[in-house]
Nanobody, 127 residues
Framework: VQLQASGGGLVQPGGSLRLSCRTS????????IGWFRQAPGNEREGVSA?????????FYSRSVKDRFTVSKDRAENTFYLQMNNLRAEDTAVYYC????????????????????WGQGTLVTVSS
């Protein structure tokens, strides 16, 4: 499975961006798509995740809940992270990742659960 993230850029505080993650390879090789981010000096953290198989199974970290929305277009093998009301602390490189596991609340944000990673896209929130 290959993943390609795109859509990052510079945005002012309070603004919005939509990240895309396009996958290629066998759809049967993954069940969950996760979004992670890594700011300079920080560890990579889970932001959100979505089941590629089951409808409505989504997960969010506390820091982005009610601001970010994860979605999918399974026909296009593309997954999205809509980010609204962005803050300076959202500045990071954002990665999408794929897991063969059907992840749950206690596991979706664990990096070790994901076998495939995209290259990352930089989001900068600054005035």
């Amino acid at each position: 499975v290959q993943l390609q993230a795109s859509g990052g850029g510079l945005v002012q505080p309070g603004g919005s961006l939509r990240l895309s993650c396009r996958t290629s390879g066998r759809n049967s090789d993954y069940t969950t798509i996760g979004w992670f981010r890594q700011a300079p000096g920080n560890e990579r953290e889970g932001v959100s995740a979505i089941s590629a198989v089951y409808r409505g199974r989504t997960f969010y970290s506390r820091s982005v809940k009610d601001r970010f929305t994860v979605s999918k277009d399974r026909a296009e093998n593309t997954f999205y992270l809509q980010m609204n009301n962005l803050r300076a602390e959202d500045t990071a490189v954002y990665y999408c990742a794929a897991s063969r596991y059907s992840l749950i609340t206690s596991t979706w944000s664990q990096r070790t659960q994901y076998e495939y990673w995209g290259q990352g896209t930089l989001v900068t929130v600054s005035s």
